[in-house]
């Protein structure tokens, strides 16, 4: 299922071009409370089997509106915590030693290069066809368009085997990223660098794990300005999401509603007043972002 989040913070259900309301049946049936957050909706469907098959069903019955009509909302607004991977693609990291005169990582262990995990601030994050705000104070931010896992289960002590079990679903995950001035020669910064306001973009919904058996196979593409920006695949992570959760539990607990971003391929390109970007990640879906510069 897609599970999105819309209009006036309702859950639904989209279904080909319609969007299926989930969280009036939820309430109805005592398993979401008046005003619930989508944190909390992904809790009950990722733990409570009853929530998901009333899910299940309202996407079958009648009561639903046009995709093209609705406002899509980012589907996860408030999540525990939302862990990045950092320089997670080769080809990324030698761009950014180009680029940036970063670190060179190559000798670097797994548990080394996930030991750079970051938190993004939740209060960075936008939605489908928002718009990206450039700092007056910067003069190079670029995207990153990254696959991002939803954690539906608490988990603690996780396996590479186990791992995917605790997985409620996948959505993108665009973490922008402000290069000048805090970001050559300087350690230490990245949670300020891509945590101003708007640097955090996702959608367009959340793709259930049932409908991805291999998150390391799937293509990603971004346009700018309708030209071709980034094409790559997540087979080609240094460190796959199954390694990222094994790591991440080892150290601490993850909880329902968390994310778990994958880091960016190479690719990534200055954003400039009035750009527009449409990112696209296989199996999941298509979302389009407008950019401004700060008044």
Known sequence: MKICHYNNN?????????????????????LARQGYTMLEIIDALANNP???????????????????????????????SLWAAAANYRAHQAEMITRMGSADRVTKS??????????????????PGDTIILP?????????????????KRARR??????????????????????????????????????FDTFTALGPWIVTRD????????????LQ?????MTAHTSDMICGLRDHIRFLTSCLTLRP?????????????????GDRLHGTIEKIGSMQLSVAAEK
């Open 257 to 273: 509603g968390d994310l778990i971003t994958t880091g960016t391929p190479a690719g990534v390109s200055k954003l400039n007043d």
């Open 225 to 229: 300005n309708g030209k071709e920006a």
């Open 110 to 127: 797994k548990d080394e290069l996930m030991a750079e995990f970051f938190l993004k601030t939740t209060s960075s994050i936008i939605g």
């Open 211 to 222: 409908e991805i058996d291999e998150p390391q196979n799937l293509s990603i593409r971004v």
């Open 158 to 195: 996780v396996t590479e085997d186990q791992s995917l079990d605790y997985v409620f679903g996948y959505t993108i995950c665009w973490d922008i990223s402000q290069r000048d001035p805090w970001g050559k020669g300087m350690q230490n910064t990245r949670n300020i660098r891509k945590g």
């Open 10 to 30: 309702q859950a639904g259900v989209v279904e080909g071009d319609r969007v299926y309301n989930i969280g009036d049946a939820l309430i109805k049936a005592g």
């Open 50 to 80: 009853a929530a998901l098959q009333i899910a299940r069903d309202a996407s079958q019955g009648g009561g639903s509106v046009a995709l093209s009509s609705v406002k899509l909302l980012a589907p996860i607004t408030n999540p525990g």
């Open 136 to 152: 007056k104070i910067s003069k190079l931010v670029d995207f990153e368009c990254e696959l991002c896992a939803v954690v539906g």
